[in-house]
């Protein structure tokens, strides 16, 4: 394992101080955490392998040579993992292999209080089946429970389509029907209809256009599926609390959750 150090984070950056999307994913951030990347790492615990990658991707403008570098690295790890004739090699790479390619779980949930009424939305990720975030925003002041569980559906979208970018395996658990057949099902036809259907409007419309239009890009490589709400899914329990945190601090922006992770202490925040 490696701690970001000031020195770690300068091996990555490029002329202008910056750094891309990819190594931002690598450090366990999103788009909106760029201008403030520097102190939302420091300290963090990084893979051996994720800090080599972070440096690998320094200067590379190109979003396709980005792709590159990633899929021939994790070969490259893939090799060494399979390489049964030296244990000693085997052994070191195995942690730091399993750190880049864990497979990626997103719960989303929205909730409002009342319906209609103070709404917002919550994400909880896990990477190799270990918590490793919480997000939470898009507080409306008069919102429903159907525009709260889009919003976290659709930022899951955002969140897994940079995870495929990078190579890894994603997977969405939404508990609301609702929202999944808007984008799996029913937009298809509003779509061919001209974004209308028989009886009157389509309700929520600009963001089920939004998260159908970014579900049909990543559709091949994602998985979507529905989950039982409050049925014991840990993930599914913080994303509800996130929700209620969301319209606690009544926060618009989709942020992370920067304060030390308690699942303990979490759960026993307000639920949804």
Not at 125 to 148: D, H, S, V
Request: charged share 25%; proline share 2%; aromatic share 8%.
């Amino acid at each position: 394992m490696q701690i970001v150090t000031e020195a770690l984070l300068a091996l990555g950056l490029d002329k202008s101080g910056a750094i891309n999307a990819e190594q931002l994913v690598l450090l366990g951030l999103g788009e909106s955490d760029a201008e403030n990347f520097v102190a939302l790492s420091l300290g963090k615990e990084l893979s051996d392998a994720r800090a080599e990658l972070f440096v690998l991707l320094a200067n590379i403008k190109a979003k396709t040579a980005r792709k590159s570098i990633i899929a021939n690295y994790k070969a490259l790890q893939k090799f060494r993992k399979s390489d049964t004739t030296s244990t000693e090699v085997k052994e070191e790479v195995v942690p730091t292999t399993v750190a880049l390619e864990g497979d990626v779980t997103i719960y989303c949930d929205g909730g409002c209080t009342p319906n209609p009424g103070k709404a917002g939305s919550g994400v909880a990720i896990y990477r190799g089946g270990e918590l490793t975030e919480l997000w939470y925003g898009l507080y409306e002041p008069m919102g429903t429970n159907n525009t709260a569980e889009l919003g976290a559906l659709y930022e899951s979208l955002v969140i897994a389509k940079h995870e495929t970018e990078l190579g890894n395996k994603a997977e969405i658990k939404c508990d609301s029907k609702y929202s999944i057949d808007c984008i799996q099902t029913w937009a298809i036809n509003w779509e061919k209809k001209g974004w209308t259907k028989k009886g009157g409007e389509i309700k929520n419309l600009d963001i089920i256009k939004k998260a159908y239009y970014l579900y049909n890009e990543v559709r091949a490589e994602v998985k979507l599926s529905h989950i039982k709400a409050h049925a014991g899914f840990e993930g599914n329990e913080l994303a509800d609390r996130m929700t209620m945190y969301a319209i606690e601090q009544k926060e618009q922006e989709f942020v992370k959750y920067i304060k030390p992770i308690d699942v303990a202490q979490i759960l026993k925040m307000r639920a949804g």
